[in-house]
T-cell receptor, first 116, second 113 residues
């Protein structure tokens, strides 16, 4: 079975400050990991994905994430927050093994607030 | 390029009324299809997934059902809505075979009154 835990349902930062959103996963096989962003009343948009190549993954809008197998983590970072980064962020895991049928399991989400 | 359409965007329905939400995918064939429900502060809950026409699997027991009458069409239904069915419903598709992301529709905000 696979699962995702996002630490912190709300994160607040100042504009220009570092953004760090935490994600820990559990998977019985090597995982595929994803970060999505959601703006109010919209669908989810992919920020970046880890698919067993480079452990440091760069995504859109200046975000990146590092896969750390020893810590079972996939934290999302951005060096300098922008007001437009305010949204809800979801971490997701898929093992695509056995009979999972490509199901993505999502964390509970983290709402990012950016203050001027 | 591939696109996913989901409609309607918003829906207000009385308790006990039927429901039909539709999702279609363009630009790909034989996708895996998914229905998720999102409640505030509770992340995304997978409701149904499908690996082919008329092949539907349910993740949780509920008042809803799903059908896939065509390869790229996925329908979420209910015969009688409950208040607890209110939420934001998202359709998604994914290519077979592993390390690809899921692509989401714009969602349907369902309010049962």
């Amino acid at each position: 079975a696979q699962s995702v835990t996002q630490l912190g349902s709300h994160v607040s930062v100042s504009e220009g400050a570092l953004v760090l959103l935490r994600c820990n996963y559990s998977s019985s096989v090597p995982p595929y990991l994803f970060w999505y962003v959601q703006y109010p009343n919209q669908g989810l948009q992919l920020l970046l994905k880890y698919t067993s190549a480079a452990t440091l993954v760069k995504g859109i809008n200046g975000f990146e994430a590092e896969f750390k197998k020893s810590e079972t983590s996939f934290h999302l970072t951005k060096p300098s927050a922008h007001m437009s980064d305010a949204a809800e962020y979801f971490c997701a895991v898929s093992d695509d093994g056995g009979t999972s049928y490509g199901k993505l399991t999502f964390g509970q989400g983290t709402i990012l607030t950016v203050h001027p | 390029s591939q696109t996913i359409h989901q409609w309607p965007a918003t829906l207000v329905q009385p308790v006990g009324s039927p429901l039909s939400l539709e999702c279609t995918v363009e630009g790909t064939s034989n996708p895996n299809l998914y229905w998720y429900r999102q409640a505030a502060g509770r992340g995304l809950q997978l409701l149904f997934y499908s690996i082919g026409i008329d092949q539907i699997s349910s993740e949780v027991p509920q008042n809803l059902s799903a059908s896939r009458p065509q390869d790229r069409q996925f329908i979420l239904s209910s015969k009688k809505l409950l208040l607890s069915d209110s939420g934001f419903y998202l359709c998604a598709w994914r290519r077979r075979g592993g390390n690809t992301e899921a692509f989401f529709g714009q969602g349907t905000r369902l309010t049962v009154v």
